[in-house]
């Protein structure tokens, strides 16, 4: 029984009865030209914009769906075979993935081909937003609504659960790696300075925050990178009220989003959201002062989960016990 996160960012896998073995980030290092794999996970992570002319670092997914379907195969390939060692390599496992609400039927069935080019005996997919509840300790069976924001690598997913099926839910392209975009634009636009993706996301992790709640909030990074006008190496200060000001417009469309789905939600259950507050989960939900920020927009009461970005990776691999529970819910069980 494999429970396998499939990130645009990172993949987690968790086996049954050990727990969460393996964090590693979607990136696969090829060969250029071939599919020959050079390095999966941290290693490629690692040559992300420091490689050779031949060979490449990429991530296979985009916007939480297969992009390039071949690398996607290869890298779960590796990643299972981290998991799956000694005796246990030889059993075909169950696999259930979990995949974004917004996907299309086609989307749908290349990670189904994935999973089972792997090798599974049965492969199960599950929403992110529900497997997320799961994790994070919510009992989703019951006849109660709990609103679940899931904001990941590449979407951020919004939904409010009921029996253990989605009632309203909304998938938005925007989440943690628009956040290092809009981290470059900005000090591409103030600095007049190009810096990396991985530079970015450093600079959202030290010194990013949604909003400036108190002032020991207020912090600042020395940042490297090469300056547009003569193409030499530059230093610059970015501070927090930087990131605030480049992440504003990418964090009002969720606020929308969040706003949008509970207009569509019925009364009854907006009630139970109000009452039980709203949970944040996912490695994009840890953006210091998010949930401050969604939290002033509704003026309902918003939580980041426990272990929030293991949370999807949790509740995938508890799902696989709860089938009976979420036979409302979407549920693709795929048999050869």
């Known amino acids: 029984m494999i429970g396998v996160d499939l990130g645009t960012t990172n993949v987690r896998v968790h086996l049954k009865g050990k727990g969460v073995l393996l964090r590693e980030p979607a990136v696969i290092a090829v060969v250029k030209g071939t599919t020959e794999v050079k390095a999966v996970g941290q290693e490629a992570y690692r040559m992300l914009g420091r490689t050779p002319g031949n060979i490449t670092a990429v991530r296979p997914m985009a916007d939480g769906v297969i992009a390039d379907y071949t690398l996607t195969e290869k890298m779960l390939k590796a990643f299972i075979s981290k998991v799956l060692t000694g005796p246990g390599r030889f059993i075909r496992p169950n696999i259930m993935v979990c995949i974004p609400s917004g996907i299309t039927d086609v989307e749908r069935r290349a990670v189904v081909q994935a999973v089972r080019e792997v090798g599974a005996r049965k492969c199960y997919l599950i929403e992110e937003t529900v497997a997320a509840a799961i994790g994070a300790g919510i009992a989703i069976a019951e006849p109660v609504g709990s609103m679940i924001i899931d904001v990941g690598g590449g979407t951020t997913d919004l939904a409010i659960i009921s029996l253990g099926g989605i009632v ?136 980041v989960a426990a272990e929030a970005a293991d949370c999807v990776v949790l509740g995938t691999a508890q799902a696989l016990d709860m089938v009976h529970v979420l036979k409302d819910a979407y549920f693709d069980e795929v048999r050869h």
């Not at 600042?220 to 000001?245: F, H, Q, Y």
């Not at 009630?271 to 210091?288: C, K, N, P, Q, Y």
């Open 168 to 303: 309203v839910s909304e998938s938005l392209r925007i989440a943690g790696n628009t956040f290092d975009r809009d981290i470059m634009a900005y000090v591409k636009a103030k600095h007049n300075l190009l810096i990396g993706d991985r530079t970015a996301e450093q600079i959202k992790r030290e010194v990013g925050a949604a909003k400036i709640v108190t002032d020991d909030d207020r912090r600042s990074i020395e940042v490297r990178g090469r300056d547009l006008i003569d193409g030499m190496p530059k230093s610059v200060t970015v501070t927090t009220e930087d990131i605030v000001t480049a992440l504003a417009p990418s964090l009002k469309k969720i606020a929308d989003g969040m706003v949008s789905v509970l207009e569509q939600a019925p009364p009854e259950l907006v009630s139970d959201v109000i009452e039980r507050g709203i949970v944040m989960t996912g490695g994009g939900a840890l953006l210091r002062n998010l949930d401050a920020y969604l939290g002033d927009v509704t003026s309902i009461p918003v939580g």
